[in-house]
């Protein structure tokens, strides 16, 4: 796709994650107290805790992430998606959707969610795309969040 490499997060890659979201963060939001947690340590906070990590990779340059974040053996948080600006429009977030879907194929869950803000109507439009529907919000997992969506997997 366009060039577009989906590779697995490694502990020297660290760093990648962070940059690419705070960039994003920065630009659109603010950084929230959870970010922090999970953005310095991602193998503590997320690859240990059951989730995974996604690098896009573009001419040999790391330019996109996306992570599945564990909730439940069966359910999943799609979260810290990011592309940089210099890549946007590139298909990357479509590439990272499309491989974090097919992991959740193979991993047979139920369902993946995410939360998101309305003012990003690409992000909303491409999750519509994607068979994401919106569910009641609960408060206090992200200020910047006003929506959540899910998407069911596998329904046994």
Known sequence: MNGIQIIDYTPELKEHIK???VEWLEKYFR????DVVQ?????????????????AMHNNKIVGTACLL?????????????VT??????GIGKALMDHCL?????LHLKTVLLYSNRSLGAAIHLYKKYGFREVPLERGHYERADIKMEKTIFTK
């Open 39 to 55: 953005l310095s340590d991602p193998q503590k906070e997320i690859i240990d805790k059951g989730g995974l990590i996604y690098y």
């Open 85 to 90: 600006a210099s890549a946007q429009g590139l």
């Open 19 to 21: 940059t690419l979201n």
């Open 102 to 106: 097919k992991v959740a194929q193979q």
């Open 70 to 82: 564990k909730f439940t053996d069966t359910e999943y948080e799609l979260g810290k998606m990011a």
């Open 31 to 34: 950084v929230e107290p959870i």
